[in-house]
């Protein structure tokens, strides 16, 4: 009876102990996988961190040439993504700002689409919260100081074309009237705005739930 308690006692130890390395084995594993994945995660992080987002547009407005050569790395470039809703911001080495906002509840399924309505048109309070398929276009000038804007042109009439939209490049074609924002009687002195903004090698900052 003793000699089977005793061998009953030794299979039940070695059990155990095969049952520990069972585990030590699979959370060496999964330390493993964790290290991987956080690896993999700091070179995507540093990867973004590198990118120099190239911008280039060119175009005329009100009858004068507006050409951006080189993004300024000292201003911030943004490219947010939302539901229904795309934003980008940039600002070249000579102080000069494209913004471009575009919403429609279609945007991130296919392009090109053309935005026929202009936010700067609708009313005052539907401006602050746009319900309906729109896009706002300006381009500023600025002085070194970032808190001066010299002049800010913005579309007020006519087509805004985002021709493509992916992870590497960004397409746009713009082309109708705008006004001064911020003058006198900017809505009664309109002029020509057309040209074309070409941006890649950007970081996209996606705010979709």
Do not use: W
């Amino acid at each position: 009876m003793k000699t089977i308690c005793s061998k009953s006692l030794i299979l039940l130890t070695l059990f155990a102990v095969l049952i520990s390395c069972g585990d030590d084995k699979s959370n060496t594993k999964e330390k493993t996988n964790i290290i991987k994945e956080t690896s993999k995660a700091s070179s995507k992080k540093q990867e973004k961190i590198n990118k120099t987002t190239l911008v280039n547009v060119e175009g005329t407005i009100d009858g004068k040439k507006v050409l951006f050569d080189k993004n300024d790395p000292n201003h911030k470039s943004v490219v947010v993504l939302f539901n229904g809703a795309i934003q980008l911001k940039f600002t070249d080495t000579k102080s000069q700002t494209v913004i471009v906002h575009l919403y429609d509840t279609k945007i991130h399924e296919s392009s090109p689409i053309t935005f026929t309505t202009q936010v700067a048109s609708l009313p005052r309070k539907e401006q602050v919260s746009v319900k309906v398929k729109g896009s706002k276009l300006s381009i500023s000038n600025t002085s070194n100081d970032e808190r001066k804007i010299v002049s800010i042109s913005e579309l007020i009439e006519g087509d805004v074309i985002l021709k493509e939209f992916s992870d590497n490049k960004i397409l746009i074609n713009f082309k109708g009237r705008g006004f001064i924002v911020g003058a006198n009687n900017a809505k009664d002195n309109l002029f020509p705005m057309e040209g074309e903004i070409i941006i890649e090698n950007y970081n996209i900052n996606d705010g979709r739930f």
